[in-house]
């Protein structure tokens, strides 16, 4: 039988951890009431515990007894940066779930991506572990559900066993040890439902033996974690709950002691002394991250790798980083240096840098040692152009552009959510839809021989779903036309059914003859547009102004690519329309035309032209005649020439602020109606933070489009439509969906207002740079413009790997600067023996490299082909 020492010490021990309200201790008062003891009793035995060391006691009034607060030696949290700091509350909470005497509590951990996350639980294991709470040789089972945002059958499977029984699922398998559901916010509610009921009949479940499949043994300590910005259903079946501070939110100073343990891991694996100048430090230090601890280990070690290139060739050097070795947006911080100058002067006083030894073993492992292979990638890329008769001066520029490929190959920036285009999509689609449709396309290419872009997966996902969760109040195509539609494309039609079906027997959706015609939509052909460049074309009222802005313009650039129409007085609106949509047609090359007008009903000339013709119109108005004719207005009733600027002044200013004070609009757009467009919309709210309304309009039917768009266009300044197939109205921008979901969340704003993200073109920026210094003969703006997607349809074609990618983009463009030299000095050996074992790859390749060759004017030679084949075919 206990005694009453022990009864009163755990008791204690359970207030303690168990109510944070008691974490400053409990009363003698408090013991005797709860455990109805007499005060005298109590009061001896927990004098006897305090001088046993079990307890402490306050010199408060009233007396209050505690744990002990220093920590025992060899304490799992105790290596952890901010463990006395920013992190105690929560080491106290993870410490009392552990240590709860009637047995550990199951824990739920919150916290923004990044924020250290898995080393917190790493540590919970550890502690657990030191108290005999779990078996040290017990089985750990993690189970990351983002690895399965886009298989959520074989997430089932790990959840709840291959015939959903339990049987030889993680929470049968973590039986006596510890199980940890890292990202449950990308569970489904039916499976955050079925956990919840295991939670409720947890005893009976790993107790109990009425399944003779299973063994009987001791529930799992249960760690549960989710970012802030996710689902929490399970919070109220998880007693304790510990929400992580973000990077951001942690004082300046732990931020630099997490920087000064990355540097020093740095200098362990890269085997040198890493020195540091105080400016990047400082940068870092004031540095926001948005996605906390692991952007500012990516960011260290990325700068580590930039300084490392400069002195690979001389294994005694020490890395020496400096603030130009950071990216910009690092560098930008130093802005806030003047306002926190007093922590700065604590922290590097009048330092100039900072040292790290690689013998210095004072930092815990790092969780992976992807840093190794990153400077041993390094040294073979070095070693690879040396062999290769490359100069050391554009070595540097090489490998530069080869580190951002080893952060891809890494996944350094995982964090950034690269690479999980469809894992967003898979927030507002259905992960089965996403499988079906990726199967359905994939048999399409072959039985039609035909290449799809992929604006037309995420559309048709987003269709789909839409078809299963947007009621279509009104028949979005009349049996008539859907009739001619089958007829004028039968081996489409006969794919639509194919998927039909499919959607039919796995989804349960039943589609009407006209919904399966309109998938056609999808995997028809576009017409192929010209090739050209666009022109320009001045009109402007008067009898020669246009022409002499003309004659001006070509003799000055000598491109010979403006035109003009002067808009007589005289000449009737109608005539005037006509004249210019003749004139429009003709010069047109395919690509567009820039109009540059001075006022009057020019624009909706325009418009309408460009609705009838289909040719991308673009218009600026620059109304210089209308505020000639102002000017001279008030001149003739004014004597004072000031008030008359300042009036005029004041007037064009207003031209301006009125155009910009109407709100802005996306319009997004799917091929077949408002339901997919109406996903995309749903999107955007959700994650742009430019607080631009978004309006889901359908397209099937082209003029109600036009009239509803026109009448937008009187409330609101239209600022792109974003969709699956581009209207080519009104001079609208146009952004493909594919360009929405190829990119993360975060790079959405960029997107959506016209700027560049980051993407496969910025990784040879340096490469561009090589060839900028090198080429004679190759314009590099050209290069620029189609050398990323003519790459980009060869790596889809082709496994590659990065060092073959390098390799063969400097290659396409070296080869273009050859065949504009006419340099036939390549000749690939087996030339003829590829060409014939190859046709297929042949064929692909010569495709492939049709826009190239039309943009530079060559033509690329069957060598050359041959020896893309080499590279692509690893031969």
């Known amino acids: 039988m206990e005694s009453n020492q022990d009864l009163i010490y755990h008791y204690v021990r359970e207030s303690i951890y168990s109510d944070p309200k008691n974490g400053s201790g409990v009363t003698t008062e408090f013991i005797a009431t709860n455990l109805q003891m007499q005060r005298t009793n109590v009061s001896a035995n927990l004098n006897k515990l305090v001088r046993q060391g079990k307890l402490v006691k306050t010199k408060t009034r009233p007396v209050r007894f505690a744990m002990p607060s220093t920590q025992p030696a060899g304490d799992a949290f105790t290596t952890l940066i901010g463990s006395s700091g920013s992190l105690k509350r929560d080491i106290q909470l993870a410490k009392a779930a552990i240590l709860y005497p009637s047995g550990n509590l199951n824990i739920q951990i919150t916290a923004h991506p990044g924020s250290g996350t898995s080393i917190f639980v790493d540590r919970i294991i550890h502690f657990a572990e ?42 049968d398998q973590a039986r006596g040890g510890v199980l940890f559901v890292n990202h449950y916010e990308y569970l489904t509610a039916g499976q955050q439902a079925r956990i919840v009921d295991l939670l409720d009949k947890s005893t009976q479940f790993y107790e109990l033996n009425e399944n003779p499949q299973f063994a009987p043994g001791k529930a799992p300590f249960m760690i549960f974690s989710c970012s802030t910005q996710g689902k929490r259903q399970l919070e109220h079946k998880l007693p304790v709950v510990i929400t992580l501070p973000s990077l951001d939110e942690r004082p300046l100073s732990e931020k630099m002691q997490l920087i000064n343990r990355f540097f020093a891991q740095e200098a362990r694996t890269s085997k040198r002394t890493v020195s540091v100048g105080i400016p990047a430090l400082k940068a870092l230090v004031l540095s926001d991250y948005v996605h906390n601890i692991k952007e500012l280990l990516a960011a260290i070690t990325m700068a580590c790798a930039n300084a490392y290139v400069r002195v690979v060739n001389d294994k005694r050097d020490s890395i020496s980083v400096s603030l130009e070795d950071l990216k910009p947006a690092y560098r930008k911080s130093l802005l806030k240096e003047k306002e926190n100058q007093t922590t700065l002067n604590i922290l590097f006083g009048d330092m100039e840098k900072m040292i790290f030894d690689p013998s210095d073993d004072n930092t815990t492992a790092r969780s992976r040692t992807t840093s190794e292979d990153i400077y041993g990638d390094i040294n073979k890329q070095y070693a690879s152009l040396v062999d290769r008769g490359v100069g050391s001066a554009n070595i540097k520029s090489l490998i530069d552009g080869h580190i951002k490929k080893l952060f891809d190959k890494y996944n350094y920036y995982d964090f950034l959510d690269s690479g999980a285009n469809q894992q967003q999509l898979a927030k507002i689609v259905k992960p089965q839809i996403i499988e079906i449709v990726r199967d359905w396309l994939s048999a399409c290419r072959k039985s039609l021989n035909r290449s799809f872009d992929n604006s037309v997966f995420y559309g048709l996902c987003l269709h789909i779903n839409s078809l299963l969760t947007v009621k279509v109040g009104h028949k979005r195509l009349e049996e008539n036309q859907a009739k001619q539609l089958i007829v004028q494309y039968s081996q489409e039609y006969k794919e639509s059914v194919k998927l039909a079906q499919i959607l039919r027997d796995e989804l349960g959706l039943h589609l009407p003859l006209e919904e399966t015609v309109l998938l056609m939509f999808f995997i028809t052909p576009e017409k192929a547009s010209t090739k050209g460049h666009p022109v320009v074309l001045y009109i402007m009222h008067g009898n020669s102004t246009a022409s002499s802005l003309m004659e001006t313009t070509n003799a000055l650039n000598q491109n010979h ?99 910009q ?215």
């Open 130 to 171: 030191e108290n005999h709470v779990v078996n040290k040789n017990g089985p750990t089972i993690a189970v990351n559900c983002r690895n399965y945002a886009n298989d959520i059958h074989a997430l089932d499977a790990v959840l709840f066993g291959e015939n959903d029984d339990f049987v030889d699922s993680c929470f």
């Open 561 to 659: 690519n403006a035109y003009a129409y002067d808009l007589n007085l005289d000449v009737s609106t109608k005539t005037a329309m006509l004249e210019i949509k003749a004139q429009i047609q003709k010069i047109d090359q395919g690509q567009g035309v820039i109009v540059i007008y001075d006022m009057g009903s020019i624009k909706i000339m325009l418009e309408t032209i460009s609705e009838e013709t289909n040719i991308k119109i673009r218009s600026i108005q620059i109304p210089i005649t209308l505020i000639g004719i102002d000017a001279a207005r008030k001149s003739a009733m004014e004597t004072d020439v000031d008030y008359v600027y300042h009036t005029i002044s004041t007037d064009i200013q207003q031209m301006v602020v009125t155009e």
């Open 661 to 875: 004070q109407r709100p802005k609009l996306i319009v997004t757009l799917c091929h077949t109606g408002e339901g997919g467009a109406e996903q995309l919309k749903n999107y955007i709210d959700q994650y742009s933070k430019l607080g631009i309304q978004v309006k889901a309009l359908a397209m099937a039917n082209k003029q109600e489009l036009v009239s509803e768009v026109n009448d937008l266009r009187k409330v609101y300044q239209i600022h792109a439509f974003v969709g699956t197939f581009n209207p080519q109205l009104f001079g609208v921008p146009f952004i493909p969906i594919n360009k929405v979901f190829e990119n993360t969340r975060k790079d959405l704003d960029q997107i959506l207002m016209f700027k560049p993200v980051l993407s496969n073109a910025f990784a040879y920026d340096q490469i561009y740079r090589y060839f900028q210094e090198e080429f004679k003969y190759a314009d590099v703006a050209l290069l620029k413009r189609f050398l990323p997607e003519i790459m980009d349809e060869l790596c889809l074609a082709y496994d590659l790997k990065e060092d073959q990618r390098v390799g063969l983009f400097v290659h396409l463009g070296s080869m273009v600067e050859r065949c504009l030299a006419d340099d036939t000095t390549v000749s690939e050996p087996q030339g003829k023996q590829i060409l014939t074992h190859y046709p297929e790859d042949v064929r692909r390749i010569g495709k492939i490299l049709k826009p190239l060759e039309k943009a530079f004017k060559i033509i690329v030679t069957d060598d050359e082909i041959a020896s893309i084949v080499t590279i692509v075919r690893k031969l």
